[in-house]
T-cell receptor
């Protein structure tokens, strides 16, 4: 069974541009989480989608946005890129949106902003 | 969000047991304790989780204090492949608590 897949693996943008990152959850999983991991740091929660709706959001500015499609795949958009947005962006999916449900992570998309 | 506190780093010799501690004094009654680990250049992977009772699986054991304010991940025989950053996190049973906030974790070094 395929795991969580993310694309692109690497993305290079310049300041002010927009970046779009994509995530396909494990088949049957309805919850998708997005995290940002700057170099050498822990994971910072960005967004949580479940059944097509945004359920929760971390402490990030509005230029970080996303959506979840009917097939439960998800997209993260980062507008007006800044240098500090350079990071590994991780997507995770879960069968259960809370409590005991374990998260399955993808390998991440590394965004570099020049 | 309920927070967790872990040592920044720990060292272990190969083939020896490793006990990774985690404090979560503000845990609520419905919070599950999850452990994940992140190997270099990879996304985190699930290790184990529990609510009140100690748990065992093929990867590790989780010992939960009676008051649930702390827990310990036990790797019974550390190998070089266990060198990773280990995250202890709390996952609640309500929507807002499902942020699953990760801290900086414990970096485990395993030596021969």
């Amino acid at each position: 069974e395929a795991g969580v897949t993310q694309s692109p693996t690497h993305l290079i943008k310049t300041r002010g541009q927009q970046a779009t990152l994509r995530c396909s959850p494990i088949s049957g999983h309805t919850s998708v989480y997005w995290y940002q991991q700057a170099l050498g740091l822990g994971l910072q929660f960005l967004l949580w989608y479940d059944e097509g709706e945004e359920r929760n959001r971390g402490n990030f500015p509005p230029r970080f946005s996303g959506r979840q499609f009917p097939n439960y795949s998800s997209e993260l958009n980062v507008n007006a890129l800044e240098l500090e947005d350079s990071a590994l962006y991780l997507c995770a999916s879960s069968l259960v949106g809370q409590g005991s449900g374990e998260l399955f992570f993808g390998e991440g998309s590394r965004l570099t902003v020049l | 969000d309920a927070k967790t506190t872990q040592p920044n780093s720990m060292e272990s010799n190969e083939e020896e047991p490793v006990h990774l501690p985690c404090n979560h004094s503000t845990i609520s009654g419905t919070d599950y304790i999850h452990w994940y680990r992140q190997l270099p250049s990879q996304g985190p992977e699930y290790v184990i989780h529990g609510l009140t009772s100690n748990v065992n699986n093929r990867m590790a054991s989780l010992a939960i204090a009676e008051d649930r304010k702390s827990s310990t991940l036990i790797l019974h025989r550390a190998t070089l492949r266990d060198a990773a950053v280990y995250y202890c996190i709390l996952r609640g049973y309500t929507g807002t608590a499902s942020k699953l906030t990760f801290g900086t974790g414990t970096r485990l070094q395993v030596t021969l």
